[in-house]
């Protein structure tokens, strides 16, 4: 008998051994999730699978297809991307593989300052030869030598440029700031009408590598450079489901209008970040979140629907107030609310004008406040009110009457005699105005138009830290209160952008404090997850 259970113990051994071989040989597995369900790492040839609380053995042998877990595709198996693992009680083993193909995206560059989407002329030269491409034709240039084309002078056949020694490719003829950007990828020239249209196709991954340094300082600490990573990943491949873009046969722009990309050279900072985060995204549920970040907030965030980002509220981009100490969920709940109070005109500002114990309190943007007269002002709502109409039609109403207003465009409000900030949204942020003038009296809705009528570039602002400020093109943030003072508007206010989503500098303070990527971006967007790309497809 002894002989007999030895015997088929090295029968199973081997047994097991076989079994478990392919996945053995094949790569090390992956920890994974998909909702509730996701795969540990196997102990020897155990596979565990844990769904909600339940948590199952497989033992790895032999093809069953009893029952099947779909989509965890983030389980590697040596660069190949498992599709379907195949699991029953004591048995599992995967049946599809399928190679991944890293994902790209589609660029359209804007001219020098983003002042247009289309070009005049465009100049391209790189370090390394390089080929340029129309059609059946084909152009070898040495590094160094330039390329130039104008728009009057091409065809109908699109023009695609490629490095051939993976040298970036610069475009002489448009600047960011003092330097020359710099391209990875393929770029592409399209005859579009009397213009250029330039498009630079490339791998998402080294899109983000250009994006990073352009939205955040590469000096911020790792962990918030990798937080700023994975939204902005979640952000392009947002963007490009949007299709926007789509008559441009592009998926974003490189302006703030999606992300700015390349306005600052890449940094091996930003671009460990990104590595680091390969594929990681923000979903809520098993869906692509919406991950919008801003600069510097006021003290507390906003909701997406107080500044027009979507029709109705969004669970994950509620505001909250920012308090240093995160950890306890019911302060993040109480905080949560208090943001809600914020909307009453004489709550927010007392929050304004009273010392707060929250994360950017010390931020130069944390609080500011400018000095406009009326005649600026005037000035600035005459000559941008017919664009903000252009643009946004829907948000632009003229009076007709006690309580009455209709959508019609208006490019001249004659003589400002006030201002009113009518309502405002979660955490304070104006959400309307009504603009008096002799001529007309105008409703205006959403916190952008509103910074951007009120404001120009020739008034000074006074940051936090004492330093004054020109040459801005809007009201830094919609959280501000304004006071009539004589002839002029006496105006103060906190935080620099939209304040919904991630504070970039909250980000900052909270890895300061130890906090990682992870716990970064669920405290900014509370309820999410971070799952890979694969798990949630394309």
Known sequence: MKRLLRVLGIFLIFALAAGAMWFIQSGKWKTTTLKDVYISKPQGDTLWVVNGQEKTEYTVKGAVREKTYEGIADLEVRGKCVRKIVCKPDKARVVEQKEETPETIRVLLTTTDFAAKEHDEVKIRSEKPFVVKEGEKEKRCEGGEEFCIRAADMGEETIKINSTEEAKLEITSIKRGERTPSYRGTLELKKSGEKIRVINELLLEQYLYGVLPSEMPAEYPEAALRAQAVCARSYAKKQKQNDRLKEYDAQVDDSVAYQVYQSQPEDERANKAVDDTKGLIVCSGNTLASTYFFATSCGVTTSSDSVAFSDKEISYLAGQVQSSDISDEKKAERDRLAADTY??????????????????????????????????????????????????????????????????????????????????????????AVIVGTEATIRVTSEYNIRMLLFSGEAVIRRKDGKEVTGLSMLPSGFFVLKRVGGTYKIKGGGYGHGVGMSQTGARQLANLGKNEREIICHYFPGVSILSMSQIGS
């Open 343 to 432: 909307a009453e005109d004489a709550l927010f500002c007392e929050f304004l004008e009273k010392d707060q114990e929250v994360l950017e309190k010390e931020e130069p943007w944390f609080r500011w406040n400018t000095t406009v007269s009326l005649e600026q002002m005037e000035k600035n709502i005459n000559e941008r009110l017919a664009d903000r109409c252009e643009k946004t039609p829907d948000r632009i109403e003229v009076r007709k009457g006690e309580g009455v207003y209709q959508k019609e465009r208006v490019e001249n409000i004659g003589k400002l005699k006030r201002v009113i900030i009518k309502k405002r949204g979660c955490g304070g942020v104006a959400q309307t």
